[in-house]
């Protein structure tokens, strides 16, 4: 069965701390994706990776850095948490077909992040 | 600018009644789009995954519809339920990329 699975449900942390947010898939996919989600505005991107040690900024990356060491892991850096960041972060992973767009992302059960 | 939409924001509608959720997107040359469930404090769920080649898809209850020329989709629930209470979202990716849009959702709530 697909899985994708995150650090943490639940966090608090404070203005000023280092935050990490770790994502895991078990489907050996190449891509893997950092969301957010603000009540009435959707899901947006923070940053994609396409293979190990990729990266791509999203619509909104300002604030945030991301790592992907290995094929099965995709991390969520804030190097400097703010009240702003407070909002449920979701993980997605998918299949990338060459030449198309990508199919079905599969979705970790999210985290929400308080900043204080 | 692509953007997708989704009408109405919310609905709440009695057990058994057959609803439809709109979607609409501003760029017609779609890859393809997918209808997701999100239960509360929850990740999301693929329910239906249209290809730009195809009219319509069909799992149990639900059926997706795709009219790429006018830039809308319909997802139609048949006997709504109360488990079926959710928000629900449409995405569309396109071609040669990675992005995938994501409207806001429609919050529906089926009273028992």
């Known amino acids: 069965d697909v899985k994708v699975t995150q650090s943490s449900r639940y966090l608090v942390k404070r203005t000023g701390e280092k935050v990490f947010l770790e994502c895991v898939q078990d489907?050996?996919?190449?891509?893997m994706f950092w969301y957010r989600q603000d009540p009435g505005l959707g899901l947006r991107l923070i940053y994609f990776?396409?293979?190990?040690?990729?990266?791509e900024k999203g619509d909104i990356p300002e604030g945030y850095s991301v790592s992907r060491e290995k094929k099965e892991r995709f991390s969520l850096i804030l190097e400097s948490a703010s009240t702003n960041q407070t909002s449920m972060y979701l993980c997605?992973?998918?299949?990338?077909?060459?030449?198309?767009?990508?199919?079905?992302?599969?979705f970790g059960p999210g985290t929400r992040l308080l900043v204080l | 600018k692509q953007e997708v939409t989704q009408i109405p924001a919310a609905l709440s509608v009695p057990e058994g009644e057959n609803l439809v959720l709109n979607c609409s997107f501003t760029?017609?040359?779609?890859?393809?789009l997918q209808w997701f469930r999100q239960d509360p404090g929850k990740g999301l769920t693929s329910l239906l995954l249209i290809q730009s080649s195809q009219r319509e898809q069909t799992s149990g209850r639900l059926n997706a519809s795709l009219d790429k020329s006018s830039g809308r989709s319909t997802l139609y629930i048949a006997a709504s339920q109360p488990g079926d209470s959710a928000t629900y979202l449409c995405a569309v990716s396109y071609t040669g990329g990675f992005k995938t849009i994501f409207g806001a959702g429609t919050r529906l709530f089926v009273k028992a």
């Open positions: 997605a992973s998918s299949f990338w077909f060459v030449g198309q767009a990508q199919e079905t992302q599969y």
């Open positions: 760029d017609s040359a779609i890859y393809n």
């Open positions: 990776s396409y293979d190990v040690k990729m990266k």
């Open positions: 489907m050996d996919h190449e891509n």
